[in-house]
């Protein structure tokens, strides 16, 4: 078989040639690369604004269930202060009326004992 022979100057532009094809397609890779990293990024973040946008409102949430609990405690215990309160009360009114009621029996019988002739 008979050799090829390339003159030098031939082959050294097909191998520039060569090269700015291979750094062409080298920059098309790395750029195709780097595209698909930022939107790999890109929805990632998305993903994770999401997942800390659920995780915020269930927070909310869960603050919210606890405060309405919370102010339903505070509404039983004034409900009882209040009911205790009454109970109380009417029991100082009627110590003060059974009080006064024995102070009347008290005078009356003090009176009757003044009437009686003696």
Do not use: G, Y
Request: no cysteine.
């Amino acid at each position: 078989m008979a050799d090829i022979i390339i003159p030098e100057a031939r082959l050294e532009e097909f191998l520039r040639s060569l090269l700015v094809r291979v750094t062409q397609v080298q920059q098309e890779l790395v750029a195709e690369f780097r595209a698909d990293v930022e939107a790999s990024e890109a929805l990632f973040h998305v993903r994770l604004e999401e997942a800390l946008a659920r995780r915020t409102r269930a927070q909310e949430a869960e603050l919210e269930r606890r405060a309405r609990a919370a102010e339903e405690r505070v509404e039983l215990m004034i409900r009882a202060a209040e009911d205790q309160i009454a109970r109380k009360r009417r029991e100082a009114e009627d110590e003060i009326e059974r009080l006064r009621q024995q102070e009347r029996q008290r005078h009356a019988a003090a009176v009757e004992r003044s009437e009686l002739p003696q």
